[in-house]
């Protein structure tokens, strides 16, 4: 039947057709934030009328021949901005610009995935087709197999035919080829996928350009091997919490508990404690609120509360101190077989001008007197003598005056050897006493030099005689000190000293570990204009070398330079051995230990811990009490305030000690700072904020702080000995206090009648008990021995005439000034004032 106008058109069948297109728009808010928008544009549907013609499509056009390769297109030039354009509409042109770009890609994309995918199943349909085409074949093989089967059994039947058979069968070729029963594939199971995170799965399944990819279509539907569907966002949302349970723990099995090792200090903060449990700090307050302890997370607990609550959580707890940082080298011995020999350190000791300093220069061949200032040692020397034997001795010079107390008391400690050096014409004095009594405290052994024999009032046996009183026996007196006759300037007497020196090094058997890292005492230490910081120090075992890293008291450094006694660089040094080190990073303490460690974090952790020390030491408060306090409230003690710089670390101890002893309850020096080095500009301000004088020694200041002197006005002073520092301190002290005023008691009366003596006065009648009573001097009125009134004598009578004194026995009446207060019964006591220059 052919279509005529009369007769209506048939209506094409329903199907799923693609009337949304969708795309993403990127908001952006003024605060920051971006957001995408999944947008969808309706495209109109063109529905024609019932009966109205459609016009046909057109027909196919022919394939055009291949075209030539198109040339690599030049890239589109960026559009110009309008004129005017603001900073947000360029934003927002620049976004719709990008996503225009976008759309584009991502429409290409999808032309070119479904062009792949239509060449995918075109040849898919043909090999199916030709495995078909196979199988077909096989199966006609292999219906015809059966026939050929009887024959074969018939020609093993009949042997006879069985030649004749041969022959034909080889004279006519066979029609059917046996052909191996085709097996059916099976197929094959699926490998299991590794879990992979859900964002590189969806990364997989669709990028930007392909985002429609997994919608359902027409074609897709009709042809099963076009991919399977795309998963829904539900589904997403499912593989998400069934991972999420399965790795977050809310699976079946239960995730296995692991137990640390928590360090725990003497205090820890809640949530410290939390986090290196790797606990929340929620269960940790909860724990602690079932203890009784209603605390937060962020407040602080002590190392007993903690280990309970490691202990609960079934971790284990390594309780640490903070003194652990610190170096304990009293636990580190060597053992016995690495100990070798090393030089005797033998300390010169005795009272000052005795002559130490001269036997050291005849020993070493040297004049170091002449250098020092009054002729005095005021600094703790230390040098190395070689004997006509070839050994080694380290000696230590020390002062002798009376403010290095702290110098010979470190001079004993860090020795061998002591050599008491007294003069034999001045015998036993104060500083010979002193360092007697640090040789005892120290317990090292004694040999005792008596100087200047070579004058004519020398007596050495007076010396011996002397040393009795203090339980130093030599041996001439049957005791066990050694003893030798020497004379410095002479040279006389010092090979047997030093043979005794050796004897008793020898009897000591002294011995350290020179392989092991450095320990060392610091001798002394000073600011170098040049160097810097520089200690002196005597290596007590093992060996320092440059380049190692140390801690010394609360500074740490690293060796940057090793000056021998000769003033020689040197680049190692063994046990006994004195050296300046250079390369620290502030000045140390005298007599602070140079321990070598191995590293500079752990120097600077050391270094660090001390100086929490030192300030906490520092800045305590001493325990008080009402009583201390209102004594502090009344006290009329006035401060001399003082600043203190000198050459050394070691004056500096002795100046500040020797200030302090000055004090007394009247007046206190009050030491604002005490350091090393040229006077700053630090310290002149802080001179001038204070109003105290600066007192250097053996140091002058910068030329910027010498402004700042001449500006501020700030008292300076400069000394070189320390005896006239002390002296010149105590007289301004003294003056500081003002005069000292004594009272002198001259006579006491007894008040026997009042009488009005004009007005408004009133006249005392009185018999002088004892002494004399003088118009104008100073008076005291007492009752019941207790004063009423200080005042002076205005007047002074006698029956009716003025006098000037009335003696005792006799009576008199007097007008006292300032007061009216007198009663009979009354003391009055009569007494002048006396001025006379304090002294400390």
Do not use: W
Request: contains cysteine.
């Amino acid at each position: 039947m052919s279509d005529t106008p009369d007769t209506p058109r048939e209506r094409k069948p329903l199907g799923l057709k693609r009337s949304i297109d969708a795309g993403e728009v990127k908001q952006t808010f003024s605060h920051g934030r971006t957001n995408k928008v999944v947008v969808e544009v309706k495209r109109r549907r063109v529905l024609g009328k019932p009966g109205e013609a459609v016009a046909p499509p057109p027909p196919p056009p022919p394939p055009p021949p291949p075209p030539p390769p198109a040339p690599v297109p030049a890239a589109k030039a960026a559009p110009r901005a309008p004129a005017g354009e603001t900073p947000q509409e360029r934003v927002a042109r620049l976004q719709r610009e990008a996503e225009d770009e976008r759309m584009r890609l991502a429409e290409e994309a999808r032309k070119r995935d479904e062009e792949s995918a239509r060449t995918a199943a075109e040849d898919e349909k043909r090999r199916a087709e030709a495995n078909r085409d196979a199988e077909a074949e096989a199966a006609q093989r292999a219906a015809r197999e059966p026939v050929a089967e009887p024959e074969a059994a018939e020609r093993a039947d009949d042997p006879v035919g069985e030649a004749a058979d041969d022959g034909a069968a080889q004279a006519a070729p066979r029609r059917f080829t046996p052909v191996a029963r085709p097996e059916i594939k099976k197929p094959e199971p699926k490998k299991k996928e590794e879990k992979r995170p859900l964002p590189e799965r969806a990364a997989e399944r669709g990028s930007a350009g392909d985002r429609r990819s997994g919608k359902l279509t027409v074609t897709r539907a009709l042809n099963e091997d076009e991919g399977r569907r795309a998963r829904s966002l539900a589904a997403l949302k499912r593989a998400r919490e069934k991972e999420r349970r399965l790795h977050g723990g809310g699976g079946s099995k239960p995730r296995e508990k692991q137990v640390r090792d928590v360090v725990v200090p003497e205090a820890i903060t809640v949530q410290e404690l939390a986090n290196r449990m790797a606990e929340k700090g929620a269960d940790l307050v909860k724990a602690l609120f079932n203890m009784g302890l209603m605390v937060t997370v962020n407040q602080t607990i002590d190392q007993d509360t903690a280990e309970l609550l490691v202990e609960e959580f079934g971790h284990n707890i390594t309780r640490v101190s903070a003194s652990d940082v610190d170096i304990d080298a009293s636990v580190d011995t060597d053992p016995e077989e690495t100990l070798k020999i090393r030089p005797a350190v033998v300390t010169i000791m005795g009272h000052v001008d005795h002559g130490k300093t001269s036997l050291l220069d005849a020993l070493r061949g040297t004049n170091v007197v002449k250098g020092e200032a009054g002729g005095i040692t005021q600094h703790i020397g230390s040098y190395q003598v070689k004997t006509k034997g070839g050994e080694t001795i380290t000696f230590l010079d020390t002062p002798g005056h009376a403010a290095f107390t702290e110098m010979r008391a470190r001079g004993a400690n860090i020795t061998d050897i002591v050599v008491l050096v007294v003069a034999a014409d001045d015998g036993i004095m104060p500083q010979t006493i002193e360092a007697i009594n640090h040789t005892k405290a120290a317990g090292v052994p004694m040999i005792v030099a008596i100087n200047k024999i070579d004058k004519e009032d020398a007596n050495p046996q007076r010396v011996r005689e002397r040393l009795l009183e203090h339980e130093v026996i030599v041996e001439e007196m049957g005791g066990e000190t050694q003893d030798v006759e020497i004379s410095a300037l002479k040279r006389t007497g010092l090979d047997d000293l030093l043979e005794k020196i050796a004897l008793q090094a020898e009897l000591m058997e002294l011995r350290a570990n020179p392989d092991r890292d450095a320990e060392a005492t610091v001798i002394e230490a000073q600011l170098d204009k040049g160097r810097g910081p520089v200690a002196t120090v005597l290596i007590t075992r093992g060996t320092l070398k440059r380049g190692d890293t140390f801690v010394v008291g609360t500074e740490s450094g690293r060796v940057r330079a090793i000056v021998d006694d000769q003033g020689r660089q040197i680049k190692e040094a063994g046990p006994s051995m004195p050296v300046e080190v250079l390369g620290l990073g502030g000045v140390p303490g005298a007599g602070e230990t140079l321990t070598v460690v191995e590293n500079e974090q752990r120097a600077r952790e050391v270094a660090q811990y001390r100086q929490e020390r030192a300030t906490e030491k520092r800045t305590a408060l001493a325990p008080t009490n009402f009583d201390t306090m209102f004594t502090n409230l009344k006290s009329d003690v006035v401060e001399f305030p003082v600043l203190v710089k000198a050459d050394v670390q070691g004056s500096v101890e002795a100046i500040v000690s020797a200030l302090h002893n000055l004090s007394n309850d009247l007046i206190k020096v009050r030491v604002l700072h005490a350091g090393v080095g040229a006077i700053t500009e630090s310290d002149v301000g802080l001179a001038a904020a204070s109003k105290a004088p600066i007192l250097g020694f053996n140091v002058r200041p910068n030329p910027k702080a010498r402004e700042l002197v001449k500006r501020d006005g700030v008292e300076m002073k400069y000394y070189d000995v320390i005896y006239h520092l002390t002296e010149e301190i105590a007289k301004e002290m003294a003056g500081e206090l003002g005069p000292e005023r004594i009272e002198h008691v001259l006579g006491r009366a007894q008040v026997k009648e009042v009488f009005r003596s004009g007005k408004r006065d009133k006249a005392a009648g009185l018999l002088v008990e004892e002494g004399v009573i003088r118009k104008g001097l100073h008076a005291r009125l007492t009752r019941e021995d207790v004063i009423v009134s200080a005042t002076t004598i205005a007047s002074l009578r006698r029956f009716k005439d003025d006098v000037d004194e009335v003696r005792a026995g006799l009576e008199c009446g007097v007008v006292l000034a300032d007061t009216n207060d007198i009663k009979p019964g009354d003391q009055l006591e009569v007494f002048e004032v006396e001025l006379r220059e304090r002294t400390l």
